[in-house]
């Protein structure tokens, strides 16, 4: 499977930008998904996973701002991301695997294939 995201740019904090991964395989019943990102000198983050069962899953740094949702019809992950912040400001990754069931943080971060990322900069 290939990965391709895009929906990246620059803006202002209290900003909204919405991110998209659309991927060239892409098996509903067997989705593993996630977005993560990796700011400048540090550890890649992991940030929302979403299963075969539509269960999204969110890491506490972001959630109640970030959303994660598929769109099956068009072989597309998006994150809706809302009220930004210089904190926010990274490289973003989608990251996809197939597993029908456990789909959790740890397998994405083991056997995911990844995208090539799309720069968010918060800045005012």
């Known amino acids: 499977v290939q990965l391709a995201e895009s929906g990246g740019g620059i803006v202002q904090p209290g900003g909204s930008l919405r991110l998209s991964c659309v991927a060239s395989e892409y098996t509903p019943a067997r989705r593993c998904m996630g977005w993560f990102r990796q700011a400048p000198g540090k550890e890649r983050e992991w940030l929302a996973r979403?299963?075969?069962?539509?269960?999204?899953t969110y890491a506490d740094s972001i959630k109640g701002r970030f959303t994660i949702s598929p769109d099956d019809a068009s072989n597309t992950l998006y994150l809706q991301m809302t009220s930004l912040n210089t904190d926010d400001t990274a490289m973003y990754y989608c990251?996809?695997?197939?597993?029908?069931?456990?789909?959790?943080?740890?397998?994405?971060?083991?056997?995911?294939?990844w995208g090539q990322g799309t720069q968010v900069t918060v800045s005012s």
């Open positions: 979403i299963d075969a069962t539509g269960t999204a």
């Open positions: 990251a996809a695997a197939q597993i029908p069931m456990g789909c959790s943080t740890a397998f994405l971060k083991k056997y995911a294939t």
